[in-house]
Structures are given as C-alpha cells and as structure tokens.
C-alpha cells in the first residue's frame, strides 16, 4: 500500500519510505523527534503526569537506552514512541510523519511497517511453528508467502537459528526464543527497533548473547532504542537517556553516564 499522509503544514509523508516533501533529504531530519510530550492520566480526581515535557531527538543509526525505575514513565513513553499510545499534549515525528494526526488504524500501519518490537516475554504463539512466528509481520503486509517464508528463514538464519525453523517455540530455550523475536522485529524491514526489557526473563549468560545481538544489529545500521530499568543494561547502549517523574534528568553517552 502506497498511502500518503498530507499534514496541515504542507508536508507529505510517505509511510513506505519516509520520503519526506520540505525537507532537503530524509537523511538529515532525525527519525525520531519528540517535542514537549505531555502524557496524562485521570487517577479519581487527580492528575499523573507520566511524562512531563519530553523534548528528544535521535537520529538514523544511534543505539539509545531509556532507563528509569518503575513509575518513572520510561514506559509510557515506549508506548508512545511505539506508536502503541498517543500523548495528550506535544508531537511525535517519526521518520517524517507526524503521528499525532493518524487514525488508529494508520497508528497499525506505522507499528507494522516501520517499527519492529522486542518484548521481555517473546510474545511468540505457541501453536504456530518458529518460521511461522517470524513470517506474521509479513503477513498482515500482504506479502507473499514465497517471499515470506525466504525472508523470515534469512532471519532465522542470521541469528543462528535456521535449523530451528520447524520448531515449537516451547521446543527452545529462553534465549532462543528471544533470538525468534529479534528476527520477527527484523524481517519486516523497520526503521527503528525497539526493545523492552529485552533481557528481563533471561539469566545473565544469556543476557549477554542477546545483548550481543542486539549490539551487532546497531553495528549494521539499524536504529535500535532499548527500554529498560537497570542501568547496567543501559550501558550497552551508546547514548542513555535517563527519565524520573515523567523528566528526561540525562541525555549524554555512556562514558558520561558512568561518571555519574
């Protein structure tokens, strides 16, 4: 589907290539561009600002963690660059598309295309065979099944799983599994990467190789933000971004991180 998106500044965005009319290249405009986001939640007769002014720009190619301990909003904000959740206030640009002025079923399509996710608990469908599970994003794409299925076993393959194919999820370890979901996050092509808590139900062994994995996609281009409460997972990453009570309170390197 090649659908253009037209906002009220004259600018045209297409969902399939980011291209983007009034901007000199897409290159140069970061994918991701947050700008004062206000997320807010009615508690009874009380207000919960989860994010509080949230102003980020991260470009093409950066490997960011979000780190925060449970409550800060760090999640919140996952959903929202996600495109799983709007904010109340503020905009969200991605790759060129102002999402803020999407439909909930163009939100879909964003999340299908161009964004592919790494969950904590896998998320893979335990009846569907591992190649299966790797295929669905090219499903609901409409892509053809010769296709998929070369696609999705290039992917296995790159995670060293393509002998693992014709497997049960339930027939793999923890960190293999993990493994099925990067490739599920990769054969749809995305923009951007992302990843939460990626190693929160493994041991540290295994952490480490998917953290390993997770690195090596970033050395190949890939844009990858990682959400997650332990600094030390954060430090992976090349940039941190640190948020307490809904407030970025650090955006610097790692380096600079770990001096704090």
Do not use: C
């Not at 980011?18 to 991701?32: C, Q, S």
């Not at 947050?34 to 989860?50: F, N, P, Q, R, S």
């Not at 054969?187 to 190789?209: C, F, H, Q, Y």
């Amino acid at each position: 589907m090649n659908e253009t998106f037209t906002g009220k500044d004259n600018t045209d965005s297409v969902l399939e290539t980011g291209k983007t009319v009034g901007l000199d290249t897409a290159m140069e405009a970061p994918l991701i561009r947050l700008i004062d986001i206000h997320k807010t939640y009615k508690m009874g007769d009380e207000e919960v600002h989860a994010n509080d002014g949230i102003t980020l720009d991260i470009a093409r190619g950066e490997f960011v963690a979000i780190v925060g301990k449970s409550g800060s909003g760090k999640s919140t904000l996952m959903n929202i660059i996600g495109a799983l959740d709007v904010p109340t206030s503020g905009s969200y640009i991605l790759n060129g598309i102002d999402t803020g002025r999407m439909s909930d079923d163009k939100l879909a399509e964003v999340r299908n295309k161009m964004i592919g996710f790494v969950f904590q608990q896998y998320n893979l469908l335990p009846k569907l065979s591992v190649l299966e599970n790797v295929e669905l994003p090219l499903m609901y794409q409409g892509v053809k099944e010769k296709e998929r299925r070369e696609r999705a076993l290039e992917q296995l393959q790159k995670v060293g799983l393509g002998d693992k194919a014709n497997n049960l999820p339930k027939q793999l370890s923890g960190g293999q599994q993990q493994r099925v979901s990067i490739a599920r996050a990769l054969v749809g092509r995305p923009s951007l990467i992302l990843a939460d808590e990626p190693t929160g139900a493994l041991d540290s062994k295994t952490s480490k190789e998917v953290l390993g994995f997770i690195r090596q996609l970033n050395a190949e281009g890939n844009t990858v933000i990682m959400i997650t409460h332990d600094p030390s997972i954060a430090m992976n990453a090349k940039r941190i971004v640190n948020i307490i009570d809904g407030k970025v309170t650090f955006d610097g390197s790692t380096e600079e991180y770990a001096e704090l």
